[in-house]
């Protein structure tokens, strides 16, 4: 599979660029090499208000147009997490909750608080834009990570984004995803410490949520890599933002 073919199925999964359609499921497991690419332009993308707008409506306005190039697809799964993690009694009720399209009072709660501690860490950061770019990318290999250990099963949604395709995700294409996001981020940064700030807070949100979803969910599903996603990136500029 080509390398440009399975960079256009990452765009199209991960955002709402016009990049063609996701493919089949070989050349959708074979994407998630270029996740933390796609994550790097995102970043860049949603940087670009806090260049010349003032912190508060360069925050707010870098949150909207992230928003709207992801389609919200990482919040969304957020917020379907918490429903399913503090509503559900055991994993299955979880899970079922988990698919169900209405938000609920925990959803909204952790929606609302990922947006908040996103406006307040965007303002602390203005002096920093790049900084979205490499956080983004190295939330998406987060993703990878996990997809490379669990393998999620397909869900009853037929239209979930995550699904048994991802099965042929393994450890080279987590390696692989991992060190361009650590290339980006040394563009970025040009220092070391930044950058393994950066990938301590990835590794480490990864690897928790991991624990947490086996424990509470049984299996990864779309909803809970959205879920790794949003907070991974946060981790980053926190780690960055404290620094």
């Not at 003032?54 to 992230?66: H, Q």
């Not at 928003?67 to 379907?80: R, S």
């Amino acid at each position: 599979m080509g390398s440009p073919a399975t960079l256009r199925t990452a765009v199209a999964f991960l955002t709402r660029l016009p990049a063609g359609g996701e493919g089949d499921g070989e050349r959708l497991a074979a994407s998630t090499t270029w996740f933390s690419l796609v994550g790097l332009m995102v970043g860049a993308l949603s940087a670009l208000p806090l260049l010349w707008l003032p912190e508060r409506y360069a925050a707010l306005a870098s949150i909207l147009i992230t928003v709207l190039v992801t389609g919200a697809m990482h919040e969304d799964g957020l917020a379907d997490t918490c429903d399913g993690l503090f509503g559900g009694a055991d994993p299955d009720a979880r899970r079922a909750i988990m698919r169900d399209s209405r938000i609920g009072s925990y959803g909204a709660i952790g929606l609302w608080m990922l947006l908040m501690a996103r406006w307040l860490l965007l303002r602390d950061l203005a002096g920093a834009p790049w900084t979205l770019a490499a956080a983004a990318g190295f939330s998406r290999s987060a993703a990878v990570w996990l997809l490379a250990n669990q393998r999620p099963v397909a869900m009853v949604d037929p239209g979930a984004k995550c699904s048994s395709a991802f099965d042929g995700v393994g450890w080279g294409r987590a390696l692989t995803c991992f060190g361009i996001a650590l290339a980006g981020a040394g563009v970025v940064f040009r220092s070391v410490l930044p950058v393994m700030l950066c990938a301590g807070a990835t590794i480490a949100v990864s690897g928790l949520c991991g624990l947490f979803f086996h424990a509470k969910l049984g299996r990864l599903n779309g909803d809970a890599l959205g879920a790794v996603i949003a907070l991974s990136e946060l981790a980053c500029l926190a780690a960055i933002a404290l620094v």
